[in-house]
Nanobody
Framework: QVQLVESGGGSVQPGGSLRLSCAASGSTFSTYAMAWYRQAPGKQRELVARITSGGTRNYTDSVKGRFTISGDNAKNTVYLQMDSLRPEDTAVYYC?????????????WGQGTQVTVSS
């Protein structure tokens, strides 16, 4: 079982920055890919950024060049640095861990943290 706890959300003006943190229980990074998803009101949850155990990073097109995903293995924490924020980035952001363990696929979610970008 993996537990994920997000923090760092809040309100910011357009053009501002926030850094989200996701603290994971256990030795998560060697087993699971870590990702950030977001869900805006009335919209489906979408993948924002993902980092594999090997360090490969992927981003959705709308955040490329503005957001950076990174991980600290020693702290079992994954971060999402969000710069040049836009009103359309407003959403609840969720941390996710997914991967295969002894032939079984597992996926885990955090509780979510609200990000609001508004003037």
């Amino acid at each position: 079982q993996v537990q994920l706890v997000e923090s760092g959300g809040g309100s910011v003006q357009p053009g501002g920055s926030l850094r989200l943190s996701c603290a994971a229980s256990g030795s998560t990074f060697s087993t699971y890919a870590m990702a950030w998803y977001r869900q805006a009101p009335g919209k489906q949850r979408e993948l924002v950024a993902r980092i594999t155990s090997g360090g490969t990073r992927n981003y959705t097109d709308s955040v490329k060049g503005r957001f950076t995903i990174s991980g600290d293995n020693a702290k079992n924490t994954v971060y999402l640095q969000m710069d040049s924020l836009r009103p359309e980035d407003t959403a609840v952001y969720y941390c996710n861990a997914d991967g295969w363990v002894v032939g079984i696929y597992n996926t885990y979610w955090g509780q979510g943290t609200q990000v609001t970008v508004s003037s």
